[in-house]
């Protein structure tokens, strides 16, 4: 059973055009992130959201919990062929145990 | 500071080796864990410690899968005998405790069994 289901697993883009990843569970986290990982790397953290519906913005990439924490979503403006690797979101039940769990991923390419 | 560090980056052995991989966690950190990535069932984890003490172990495949952390500083994942199907990517994360502060991964071990 995978609690953590992300769409679409699968995205390719043209440079400068917008897109959104999602993150969807039927269960409740205490907070989730979101990491993005380049081929012979391992993940790196991106953001953490904690509220529900808390929006966060990195530069081009904005990050929302949903109200009732159970979904995130990623949205990136005018990508760019640098944004292309695998998104991963990761929700943890707890706050105390530090143990995350993690989303299929989502491989972005961005074309130039 | 270097962050989390594995070793070794790849490693290819034979069915029925006994293969150890390693882990330097970031100084500070005490939490560790140990995860497992392959195209079909994304990345699993497999255990974690907190202050090198065994805290879930349930996403260890079989007993031929152990870990251990003797201090806080190193860990190992091993796995003996080896099999075909154990090929992956084997990643070692380190953090604070609470998952807010998230985690920092190592470069991985790039697993191959033949």
């Known amino acids: 059973t995978q609690l953590l289901e992300q769409s679409p697993q699968f995205l390719s883009i043209q440079e400068g055009e917008n897109l959104t990843v999602y993150c969807n569970s039927s269960?409740?986290?205490?907070?989730l992130q979101w990491y993005r990982q380049e081929p012979g790397e391992g993940p790196v953290l991106l953001v953490t959201?904690?509220?529900?519906?808390e929006v966060k913005k990195l530069k081009r990439l904005t990050f929302q919990f949903g109200d009732a924490r159970k979904d995130s979503s990623l949205h990136i403006t005018a990508a760019q062929p640098g944004d292309t690797g695998l998104y991963l979101c990761a929700g943890a039940r707890s706050s105390n145990t530090g143990k995350l769990i993690f989303g299929q991923g989502t491989t972005l390419q961005v074309k130039p | 500071d270097a962050g989390v560090i594995q070793s070794p980056r790849h490693e290819v052995t034979e069915m029925g080796q006994e293969v150890t991989l390693r882990c330097k966690p970031i100084s500070g950190h005490n939490s560790l864990f140990w995860y497992r990535q392959t195209m079909m069932r994304g990345l699993e984890l497999l255990i974690y410690?907190?202050?090198?003490?065994?805290?879930?172990d349930s996403g260890m495949p079989e007993d031929r899968f152990s870990a251990k952390m003797p201090n806080a500083s190193f860990s190992t994942l091993k796995i003996q005998p080896s099999e075909p199907r154990d090929s992956a990517v084997y990643f070692c994360?380190?953090?604070?405790?609470?998952?807010?502060?998230?985690?920092?991964f190592g470069s991985g071990t790039r697993l191959t069994v033949v």
């Open positions: 410690f907190n202050n090198n003490v065994p805290i879930d």
């Open positions: 959201v904690v509220t529900g519906g």
């Open positions: 994360a380190s953090s604070t405790t609470g998952t807010v502060y998230g985690y920092t």
């Open positions: 269960s409740v986290f205490s907070s």
